[in-house]
């Protein structure tokens, strides 16, 4: 039997035995708090897939402005709204003002049983601009706010107004789901949904310190609040 042959020179390894590998150095965040750089960088169109890109970014803007109108008429921000202008109006009893501050609270819950309606409504139609029309209609309910008188009268338009608003608002809420199914695949609707959630949440909150705030300096400063909030729809709108 042949021995075989001594490696060449060029098959022979270079290194025979290395040392313990030393970890890396922990990369410093770019913000003072751990974490929070990642945070926000994540709601940046760049975290997305480039296809995605374009409708994430209009849609975050989008969502960046409409919570404004919709914390106006949160169901715990209203019913203070309503507690403070209306408590001492004339012809308001006191079971019909806490009736009132009842349904506008539960106004949102009561709202989203009308979302098989706009699922048939809008089945066939274009949804984008028939969440735009919804949207407008929330905005033109929030403007009539601001001129119901304060009477009785005007404490049953008040009322009225809120749910119809949220009404307008479930549809919104319904179609869009819709509309993030045939733009986002499924990978990645999730988290971009996420985001806007998230968006939405801290402009909810801020509006309504905000108009905390101001009803606390003035009960009738919603009549400037209120149109407010309903023009910024037009920029989220646009």
């Known amino acids: 039997v042949t021995p075989p042959a001594p490696p060449r020179a060029s098959d022979e390894p270079l290194v025979t035995s290395i040392g313990p590998l030393e970890p890396p150095p922990p990369r410093r965040p770019r913000w003072g708090m751990p ?13 997305v897939p480039p296809m995605l890109r374009v409708n994430y970014a209009r849609e975050l803007v989008s ?8 914390g106006v008429i949160e169901g715990g921000t209203v019913s203070i709204v309503v507690k403070k202008h209306f408590a001492d109006a004339p012809g308001v009893l006191p079971a019909e003002l806490n009736l009132a501050v009842a349904a506008v609270t539960a106004a949102p819950s009561m709202a989203n049983i009308t979302s098989f309606l706009w699922a048939g409504l ?13 949207q407008l209609a929330t905005a033109a309910m929030v403007l009539l706010l601001a001129f119901a008188p304060r009477d009785v009268l005007g404490l049953a338009m008040f009322t009225s107004l809120v749910i119809l608003a949220r009404v307008f608002w479930t549809g919104v809420i319904t179609i869009r789901t819709g509309v993030w199914r045939a733009n986002y695949p499924h990978a990645d609707r999730a988290r971009i949904a996420g985001n806007m959630a998230t968006v939405q949440a801290i402009i909810l909150a801020a509006t309504g310190c905000v108009v905390g705030r101001a009803l606390d300096v003035s009960a009738t400063s ?7 909030a309903a023009a910024v729809v037009l920029v989220g709108n646009a």
């Open 122 to 134: 809008a089945h066939g139609r274009a949804k984008v601009p028939f969440i735009g029309a919804l």
């Open 222 to 228: 919603f009549v400037v609040i209120f149109p407010v």
């Open 35 to 47: 974490g929070v750089g990642a945070f926000i960088s994540s709601f940046h169109p760049r975290a």
């Open 63 to 70: 969502w960046a402005f409409l919570p404004v109108m919709l």
